[in-house]
Structure formats: structure tokens, C-alpha cells
């Protein structure tokens, strides 16, 4: 497989609403997609959604590192056929690159593994279903409200019950936290699942404070409720909370996974594709929690477009144990996707398999164009 051209599009989609937790309050998805061509004409899509908070990429950083070190590197080379030599294979070409003050550039490699598996699964006209085998016919999402007021959030919690949702996660960690969860446990019942999420806010005495204020109101997981590096932390957390633990910002690398499982200090990992750098790496992430008994949800970037969607799609499908699965949301929450297709979930969060070539999405590009705020083309030199 080779490639001769390529665009990035950094992205301003504006949100239906803006989304708020302890980390960032966000009002547009601003992903970078890339395009890229191969030598007969073929196209694939990729997309990273960077996250300063998470990675430490932006979406400027993401398009440098795009067009200034991986580019480079991979046009024209003769690059592994993922569908006739497997994701390994290609992983492995792609160039293990350093960013200053970045954990790792995973939102750009992502961006660029994605695009090249979409590429070349549609020269074959074969899904991505071929690489990553579904093990079940259909995904059922959750829903997740933002760290509103008590009363808004109790209100979101009453429209996701009204479509069937049977997992909820809340945001918490900026004040009136109880109070969200009492509201929002009151509005939806006993029955419905129900996760939190502090995006790492706190230190671990307002996180023993937190659980014990909340584990009455029948908590499934309580996600990041510590900074990345605080993993001895949370193994003490774990053991005293009685809430179990996941692992979202401390889990972007396989060594994080790795560290994290060593200290035994989470009980779910939150797998989420641009931040673990792509379909290989998180795949190997979900293999390797799949054998330490620690289980896996399919997280996602809020504000993802379908490209990343249909990806964790695929993912959620292919997984051996899926604890929960978040995302796809399109149009739920974007004004506009980027696809012919829907893929927002329908009732109960029920979404369908994507069976067409690629990753299953046919992107509009005059949507592309619509909405970037930044073009850049790239073509082979000579």
C-alpha cells in the first residue's frame, strides 16, 4: 500500500449544547481528520480528537505532528497491507515519535492509523468487521450529562430514561456533586445503572469524603476520581471506597496499563481509541485487561465525528467482555456529522453494526470543507 496525497482538516463543528465537566466546558467538536489517497485513487478517513487535558495534544499540535513528522515518513513508502498482514504489522511502520510536553502524540497517530486501515479495507471493498470480528450483533450505549445543576441534570436523566437508556454516567467534581447524584439517581430509579465521572479533580481525602457521601445511592463505578500519575493513591482508594474504580486519564500508553493493573488500583479500564493511540494499541490494551480479569468499557471523545464513531463501533463489537460502551452520538450532540449515515444510537442505546467497506461511513467532504478552520494538503514530492 502506498500513499501519495493527503488533507487534514482541523475541525469547528458546532455542539447542539455545550458539554461541561471538571477538566473543560466545550461547545464545538474540534478533531483533526485526515484524508488520505493511495496510488489507484482510493480514499480513507481518519480522525484524533486531541485533548490537552488527556495526552497533552492540541489540534494545532496534532496537524504539526501530521504534516511535519508523520507525513513525511509514510509517503510512498511501501507500506504492510493491514487486511493481508494484520493491524501489527502496520503499527509498527508508523513512527514512534516524541512531542515536548506531550504524554503522546496518540490523537495524530490515531488519526493516521485510522486512515490507513479505512484506505485500504476499501481498495479490497472489505469492513473492518475482517480485522476485528464482532462477537455481538449489536452495541448498547449510555448516556452521559454534564456537570449541570441538580435540577438540569435530574431533567437530562428523565429524557434518557424516556428512550430506554439503561446506563447513565454524571459528571461530578465542580460542586453540588451529592446533590447531582441524589437528583439524578431520584429521576431515573433503582434500576438504571449509574457511573460518575471526576475527570482526575480531586485529591484522595475528597475522594474518600466523595464515596462515602454517594455509595448509598447504588454507584456502579466512580471513573478518574484522581490525577493521572496517583495510582498508589487509588489502590488505596480502591480498597476503602467500595465503589469500584476506572481508569480513564491515567490509562493513554500500554505502560500505563501495565503500572495500573501491577498496583491493582482500578477495577474497569476506559479504552477510549484517539487517546490510546489507535485500533492496534487499544486493542492490545482490551487483550491485556481481558487476561488480568479487569474489565473493559469503550469510551469515546465527546464530540467525535462518525469517522471515530464507526471506529468504536467496530471496537465495542469485536471486544470479548464490554462492560459499557459511550459514544455515537452524531447528531445527538453535533449540529451536523460528518457522514451520509446516521450512527447515533435509537431506543435503549441500541446501535446497529457497520457492514460496508471501510469503517462502514460515507464521509461528505463539502462538510469537511464547511466546517474546517484549517486546510492543509499534502502530496508526494517528485
Not at 11 to 22: K, T
Not at 31 to 50: I, K, Q, T, Y
Not at 75 to 97: H, K, Q, R, S, W
Not at 297 to 325: D, F, I, K, N, Y
Request: net charge negative; glycine share 10%; charged share 25%.
Amino acid at each position: 500500500m502506498r500513499i501519495t496525497a493527503a488533507t487534514v482538516y482541523a475541525l469547528d463543528i458546532p455542539f447542539v449544547e455545550a458539554f461541561r465537566h471538571s477538566a473543560h466546558a466545550r461547545r464545538s467538536c474540534d478533531s483533526v481528520l485526515l484524508r488520505v489517497v493511495d496510488e489507484d485513487g482510493f480514499v480513507g478517513f481518519g480522525e484524533g480528537a486531541p485533548r490537552p487535558y488527556v495526552t497533552g495534544e492540541t489540534p494545532r499540535s496534532v496537524v504539526e505532528h501530521l504534516v511535519g513528522e508523520l507525513w513525511p515518513r509514510i509517503v510512498g513508502a511501501d507500506l504492510p497491507d493491514p487486511v493481508a498482514e494484520g493491524l501489527p504489522a502496520l503499527d509498527e511502520e508508523i513512527p514512534e515519535t516524541a512531542v515536548a510536553g506531550v504524554i503522546a502524540p496518540n490523537a495524530a497517530r490515531c488519526a493516521l492509523e485510522l486512515a490507513l486501515v479505512d484506505c485500504a479495507l476499501r481498495s479490497r471493498g472489505t469492513s473492518l468487521g475482517a480485522l476485528l470480528p464482532p462477537q455481538r450483533r449489536s452495541i448498547s450505549y449510555s448516556g452521559v450529562i454534564s456537570a449541570a445543576s441538580p435540577e438540569l441534570a435530574a431533567r437530562r436523566a428523565r429524557q434518557m430514561t424516556l428512550i430506554g437508556l439503561e446506563d447513565v454516567k454524571v459528571k461530578v467534581g465542580i460542586g453540588q456533586d451529592v446533590e447531582r447524584v441524589r437528583a439524578v439517581r431520584e429521576a431515573v430509579g433503582p434500576e438504571v445503572s449509574l457511573r460518575l465521572d471526576a475527570n482526575g479533580v480531586w485529591a484522595l481525602d475528597e475522594a474518600l469524603a466523595f464515596t462515602d457521601d454517594v455509595v448509598d445511592f447504588g454507584i456502579a463505578t466512580l471513573e478518574q476520581p484522581l490525577p493521572r500519575h496517583a495510582v498508589a493513591d487509588l489502590s488505596v482508594l480502591r480498597k476503602a471506597s467500595g465503589i469500584p474504580l476506572v481508569a480513564d486519564e491515567s490509562l493513554v500508553t500500554l505502560d500505563d496499563a501495565e503500572l495500573l493493573l501491577g498496583a491493582e488500583a482500578v477495577d474497569v479500564f476506559n479504552v477510549r481509541i484517539s487517546k490510546c493511540g489507535g485500533l492496534h494499541r487499544s486493542t492490545r490494551i482490551i487483550r491485556l485487561a481481558d487476561e488480568a480479569g479487569v474489565a473493559v468499557q469503550l469510551g469515546s471523545q465527546v464530540g467525535e465525528t462518525a469517522v471515530l464513531s464507526a471506529a468504536g463501533r467496530h471496537v465495542a463489537a469485536w471486544m470479548p467482555r464490554l462492560a459499557c460502551a459511550e459514544g455515537s452520538y452524531g447528531t445527538l450532540l453535533l449540529t451536523e456529522d460528518l457522514s451520509v449515515e446516521p450512527v447515533h444510537f435509537g431506543h435503549q442505546g441500541r446501535a446497529g453494526l457497520l457492514r460496508g467497506p471501510g469503517s462502514g461511513v460515507e464521509v461528505v467532504e463539502e462538510r469537511l470543507r464547511r466546517y474546517a478552520r484549517r486546510v492543509v494538503g499534502l502530496v508526494a514530492r517528485g
